[in-house]
């Protein structure tokens, strides 16, 4: 009976240890996992000012445009 508990104790420690290393598996994934939702948010937060930034070079464009065309008009009088 003693061969049996001492047999039982080893593969006990056995699944001990693998079912360890398994959690400190899942728990390196879950730490990426965070690392990752964040990078998402700033990339989220980078391409949410595009618009606004591109529609601003449009107007700046524009003004430079007609400043252009104003400038011309005087190089011409």
Request: no cysteine; proline share 1%; glycine share 4%.
């Amino acid at each position: 009976m003693t061969n049996d508990h001492n047999y039982i104790g080893v593969l006990l420690e056995d699944i001990q240890s693998k079912l360890q290393g398994v959690a400190e598996a899942v728990s390196d994934l879950n730490a990426k996992a965070d690392r990752t939702d964040v990078r998402l948010g700033k990339i989220e937060d980078n391409t949410n000012i595009i618009p606004a930034q591109k529609e601003a070079i449009k107007e700046q464009t524009i003004q430079l445009n007609d400043h252009e065309q104003r400038i011309s008009r005087l190089e011409i009088a």
